[in-house]
C-alpha cells in the first residue's frame, strides 16, 4: 500500500508539473501572440426578426499559433484576465473591429453595427473611454455602429463608477448590450440604473427553449419585461428553426447562432453580406 501510495504521489506531482509547465508555455507564446500578428477576428452575423437580414456582426477573438494551433478563447482569455494582457489584446480588438466595419461601410453595405466583447479587468481600466474613444477616431467608424458587450457581473460593483463609464459611452454615441443576460444575479429593474440599450439572452436559455418549459417561460418573460423597460432583446446561440420560430413568436428583435452561421472569417463575412437579399 505504501508503495503505490509513493507511486501515485509521484504521478500526482507529474502531473501538477506538466499542468503548469503547460501553464507557462501558454503565458509565453500567449505574450508574444500580439506582435506577431496570430490573432484574428471573426465575425458572426445578427439578424433583424422577422426580416433575417444581417443588421450586425459580433467580433469573436481566434489565436492561432504556430506552435500550438487554434487556440479557442475560453483556454487563454481567463489567462489574459489573470495576467493583464487582456489590456493591449482587448485594445486590439476594438481598433480592429472598428477598422472592419469601417472599411465594410465604405464599401457600400448597409451600415452594420459591429459588437466587440469588453472583459471585466478591460472595463476596470481607469481609461476604457479614452481607449473606446481613440479606437473609433483613429478609424473613423461613425460611433453608433459600434456596440459594447458587458456581462452582468461588471456592473455588480462600484455601481457610480460603472454608471458613470456607461453614461459617457452613451454620450460617445456608442451602443450597450448586456451579454449573457440570466446567468448573473441581477435583475431587470437594476440594469435599468444603467443606460443600456439591449439585452442578450444567453444561450443557456435558447438551447433547450423547444423542450424545456421553464426556459422558454423564462425567455418569454425576459422578452416581454425588456421590451416593457425600451430594451432591445437579442438572442445567442440559436441553432434550429424551431428555436428561431418561438423567440420570432415572443417578439424578439435579433437572433444570433448557428442557424444563421458560426463565427466567419473578414473575408467569409463579406461573401454572407453579399449573398444578402437587397432590403
Ligand atoms: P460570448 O461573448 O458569450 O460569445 C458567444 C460564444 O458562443 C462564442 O464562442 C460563439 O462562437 C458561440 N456561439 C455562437 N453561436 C452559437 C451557437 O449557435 N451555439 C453554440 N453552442 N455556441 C455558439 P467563442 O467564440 O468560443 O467565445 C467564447 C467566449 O470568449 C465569449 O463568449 C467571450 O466571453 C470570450 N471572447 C471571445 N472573443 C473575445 C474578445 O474579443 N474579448 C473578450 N474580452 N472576450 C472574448
Ligand atoms: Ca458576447
Ligand atoms: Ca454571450
Ligand atoms: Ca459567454
Redesign the pocket.
Known amino acids: 500500500a505504501k508503495e503505490t501510495g509513493r507511486h501515485s504521489f509521484r504521478f500526482y506531482t507529474a502531473q501538477m508539473n506538466e499542468r503548469s509547465l503547460a501553464r507557462i508555455t501558454l503565458e509565453n507564446h500567449l505574450r508574444r501572440a500580439l506582435e506577431r500578428g496570430e490573432f484574428v ?2 465575425y ?1 452575423p445578427k439578424v433583424s426578426l422577422p426580416s433575417g437580414q444581417i443588421v450586425g456582426m ?5 489565436w492561432d499559433s504556430p506552435e500550438l494551433g487554434s487556440v ?3 483556454a487563454f ?1 481567463p489567462l ?2 489573470e495576467n493583464g494582457l ?1 489590456i493591449p ?2 485594445t486590439w ?1 476594438l481598433r480592429t ?1 472598428c477598422a472592419q466595419n469601417k472599411a465594410w461601410y465604405d464599401a457600400g453595405f448597409p451600415a452594420l453595427s459591429v459588437a ?4 471585466p479587468r ?1 472595463f476596470r481600466q481607469q481609461d476604457i473611454t479614452a481607449v473606446i474613444a481613440e479606437a473609433l477616431a483613429e478609424t473613423g467608424l461613425p460611433p453608433h455602429l459600434l456596440e459594447l ?1 458587458i ?1 452582468e457581473s461588471m456592473v455588480m460593483q462600484d455601481a457610480t463608477r460603472v454608471a458613470s463609464v456607461l453614461n459617457e459611452l452613451k454620450r460617445m454615441g456608442a451602443s450597450l448590450a448586456m ?2 443576460f440570466g446567468t448573473g444575479y441581477s435583475s431587470l429593474a437594476y440594469l435599468k440604473r444603467f443606460p443600456f440599450d439591449k439585452l ?1 439572452i ?2 443557456s436559455f ?2 433547450d427553449i423547444t423542450t424545456d418549459p421553464n426556459n422558454a417561460a423564462i425567455a418569454k418573460a425576459v422578452i416581454a419585461m425588456a421590451h416593457s423597460l425600451h430594451l432591445k432583446v437579442i438572442a ?4 434550429t428553426q424551431g428555436q428561431l420560430n418561438y423567440l420570432h413568436d415572443q417578439g424578439c428583435d435579433e437572433i ?4 444563421v452561421s ?2 466567419v472569417a473578414a473575408g467569409e463575412f463579406m461573401r454572407l453580406l453579399q449573398g444578402q437579399p437587397i432590403a
Open positions: 477576428l471573426h458572426q459580433e467580433a469573436l477573438l481566434r479557442p478563447p475560453d482569455i489574459a484576465e487582456i489584446i482587448g480588438v473591429a466587440v466583447n469588453l472583459s478591460q458587450e456581462t451579454d449573457d442578450k444567453d444561450k435558447v438551447i445567442e446561440g440559436v441553432e444570433q447562432g448557428y442557424f458560426r463565427p
